[in-house]
Structure formats: C-alpha cells, structure tokens
C-alpha cells in the first residue's frame, strides 16, 4: 500500500535508518528502512518523503538523471521513478525473480549447462519466496540496470525494468556467494562480494570474470572512475587497482572498522564511510606509501554512505537518518591501522 508524499519533521530525520543516498540535478534522495524515501530539494533544510509502495528495507538507489531512477531492496523489490523520486512503482519482486531464475535453470538443464543440485537449488527458492534481498544497483553503458544480492542473486534488464533477465546463472560464483555491490563506468562493470570476490565485465555486464585479489573477506563496496578502482570492506580493509583491477595495492593508515561505502569524487579522489561512523579520504595520485586519511569530523552513528554537495557539503546517512549539510573537513593523517 502506497503513502503519500509529506513533509517530515526535523525530530524524525533522526531516527529513520537510511542505507544509502544520492545527489541528482540538485536533490539529495535517500533510502533506508520500512521503505523509507526521503528527499530534499534545499540541501537538507526540509525532507519529504516518498510515494512508496513497499514497506520492505531499501539497500540501495541509483539515479540515471533527475527524472529516473531505481532502488533496491529486500523481499527482492526492485523500484522505479520517472518524477525525480517522488513517487516510485515496483518493477520486481522476489516472487518474480524466484520464477524467472527456476525458467533459466530449466532451459539451461535442459542444454546440459546446469548440474541437478543448482536445478534443485531453483526449485527450492521458489518455495521459499521472497527471501532473498538485492543490496545495489548500477547503471551501465546504453542504460541497461544490473541488481546484485544475496546468494549470487543477480539480475538486468535493458528496457527500464518491464522485463528482467537472470545474470545468476552466467557469474563464476561457483559458491554462490553474496554480492554486495556493483559500479559501472560506461561499459566496464565490477561487482564485489563475499570471500574476496571481485568479477569484471567489459561488455556492459553481458558477461563476467573473477578477478584475484589478495584479501578473502568481504567486500561491501567497489568504486570506479574510469581509471582507480577502489574496493574495500570488512576490518577496514581497502585495495586499489589502477588496471581496472588485474593488480592490486593495499591501502595502508585507516582503521579497524568495516567500509561500509566509497564514493569516487570529481576531482579523482574517494570518500570512504564506515561502521564506526568515520569519513575517510583517499588520493589514489600517491605512487608511494599509498595511505587513506580520517577526516577530522563529530562524532556520528554507524554511518552507511555519504554524498559531497558542490565540493564542500557533506551527507552522511546512516543509524542517524541524514546528517548534513557538514562542512567538508580536514583531513587527520596517519590515524594508524594496527
């Protein structure tokens, strides 16, 4: 059941869950929790929320411009805009996607590329409904959508979201590890996950490769930029790779908590956020002793990402809802990882 667009009170901000949230044509958009929507088009001076028809968690939204848009969340919800985010319809659910993979498995048995246990597995989730959760979302080359989620639950499409396609099937996830995000520059993809797991596509995401990497714990985000490539997650673990991932560098000098977010900037560098409500930042130019720094800022709530307003306001949203509008800080270097 949808709710209308209204106004929300500044002493309710604070307590809304918000997991991510984004900057399109001078609107800030976050989604959290309970289906929460919320949206500011006076940086944050008042917030009205959505029109939404779930009341599931959203994990994640991705604006192609200021009028369209997606986000993603659990019971398998896809959502979509065409009014900048006011009001939003559903164009997946877990239901439908359960179908669709079970589809996909049975033709691909039918050929032989399919072993009876993954066969199985399809009818198994089936039964089990709307379970799984998507936790990202991306926009590609020739504005094909890539959805990423638990149990190497993957989908696209390529016409705004009137028919999806399983991707599940065509990843060397061989363990059907979670995917946790997804980033997308023109026709370049990655997606990163559990154990280590990093995959790579070069043809808008129509087909993947694994990459090695040198860590084996999760990985909760990947940011690219055309030229760095960042991923990082669990223990403040952070690499960089400046061949769109065939190497890798650690980053030494930030803390012990996960990385929760990267978010790649204009001016080339990457703005981390973390479960212990830290903002980190890190200049991927350093050839030698490549290091992210803290940025000097009060205390937060475990913060889950965050968005730089005109190069000098920040957002932050997270257990606290949005905090913001926050002067872009110094940095603190040297903050010293154990």
Known sequence: MSRPATDIAPSVMPRLILQD??????????VGEYGAIVWSDDRGAHWQQADVPVSVGLNAIAMQDA?????????????????GGASW???????????????EAEQLADKGE???????MARLSLQDGADKPFFDIAITEGKRLIAVGAFNLAFATDDAGTTWKPLSYALPNPMESHLYAVDARGATVFIA???????????GGHSFQALETPYQGSFFDIAYNGR????????????LSRDAGDSWQQVEGGGTASVSAVESLADG???????????????????????????EIEALPPASDAVLVDNEQLFVTGMGGTVGPLTMPTMVAGSGKP
Do not use: C
């Open 21 to 30: 949230i984004d900057l399109v044509g001078g609107r800030l958009i976050g």
């Open 67 to 83: 009028v369209n848009g997606w986000a993603v969340g659990h019971a398998g919800v896809v959502l979509s805009t065409e009014d």
């Open 89 to 103: 319809h559903q164009v997946l659910d877990g239901v439908s996607a359960a179908q669709l993979l079970l589809i």
């Open 114 to 120: 399919l072993d009876d246990l993954r066969l199985t």
């Open 193 to 203: 996950g559990e154990f280590g797991l990093v995959m790579r596509s070069v043809d």
């Open 228 to 239: 760095d490539l960042v991923v990082a997650g669990l223990r403040g673990n952070v690499f």
């Open 269 to 295: 560098a990457f703005l981390l956020t973390d479960q212990a409500g830290q903002l980190w930042r890190l200049e991927p130019g350093a050839e030698v002793d490549l290091h992210y720094s803290r940025l």
